[in-house]
């Protein structure tokens, strides 16, 4: 290990991980990890429209996720630590990465879920060395997970 968390790093971890715990964000995780598939941005809208509670509910794991990274960005967070417990964050990356260059495109903001993106980018780099295939294997049951929710729907 490069180096060991410090204690004020454990603590932001800690408390990342209680906000984590709330009901409504609990609820909000639930309803993405079971909906959220999209490849489109007319997908995002049906799916999860602005305004509707799953557009909420995108919106508050998104956000959270997105924040998280920031924080491990700024170096406020321990980069390893993080990647050791903290794997959710990659999954809510691949499921919204088809769409990112559309929404940065059709809100003009070229920085949205920038945080997440560039933790995901080091995240795969780290857990291939650690673990070779893990991420085309965990690809693999996204794909699976997406394919079964549009024979449900």
């Known amino acids: 290990m490069a180096s060991v968390p410090t204690h004020e790093q454990g603590q932001l ?3 990342l991980y209680d906000l984590r715990r709330e009901a409504r964000l609990r609820q909000a995780r639930d309803w993405f990890f079971k909906n959220y598939f999209v490849e ?3 997908d995002l809208m049906r799916i999860a429209a602005p305004g509707t509670e799953s557009g909420v509910f995108a919106m ?9 990274c920031a924080f491990l ?9 993080f990647f ?3 794997g959710e964050f990659f999954g809510v990356w691949e499921r919204v990465k088809p769409i990112i260059p559309q929404v940065r495109e059709r809100f003009l903001n070229p920085h949205f879920l920038a945080h997440l993106e560039k ?3 080091r995240y795969e780099s780290w857990i291939e060395k650690r ?16 394919s079964q929710a549009g024979k449900a729907a």
């Open 119 to 121: 933790a995901a980018q």
């Open 84 to 86: 050791e417990t903290s």
């Open 40 to 42: 489109t941005l007319e």
């Open 131 to 146: 673990a070779p295939g893990h991420i085309a294997a965990m690809r693999q049951l996204m794909k699976q997970m997406s």
């Open 60 to 68: 508050m794991v998104l956000s959270y996720w997105d924040q998280a």
């Open 13 to 15: 971890h800690l408390q």
């Open 73 to 81: 960005d700024y170096g406020l967070l321990h980069e390893e630590l």
